[in-house]
């Protein structure tokens, strides 16, 4: 019995050796459109926040205020 559960331990030990040696050579097309979908998800919340009218008013004040400073 244990050597039974030896030489599968041992196989897959080496099966493990194998793949990591091997490494990962890239994304796969499915991780490709994931992080696409992620980035396109990221980028449309990220304009609706710039583009809010709470922002804008905040941006429109920082600019004035960095205009008037010199004056």
């Known amino acids: 019995m244990y050597k039974a559960v030896w ?3 041992s196989a ?3 099966r493990v050796r194998v793949r990591a040696a091997r490494g990962d050579a890239g994304m ?3 991780e490709y ?3 696409i979908v992620a980035a396109v998800g990221f980028a449309v919340l990220l304009y609706q926040v710039v583009t809010s009218e709470v ?3 905040q941006l429109q ?3 004035k205020r ?3 400073a010199g004056a």
């Open 12 to 14: 897959l030990v080496c």
């Open 7 to 9: 030489a599968r331990l």
């Open 28 to 30: 796969v097309t499915s």
């Open 55 to 57: 922002v804008a008013a």
């Open 33 to 35: 459109a994931m992080g």
């Open 61 to 63: 004040a920082i600019v």
């Open 66 to 68: 960095a205009l008037s």
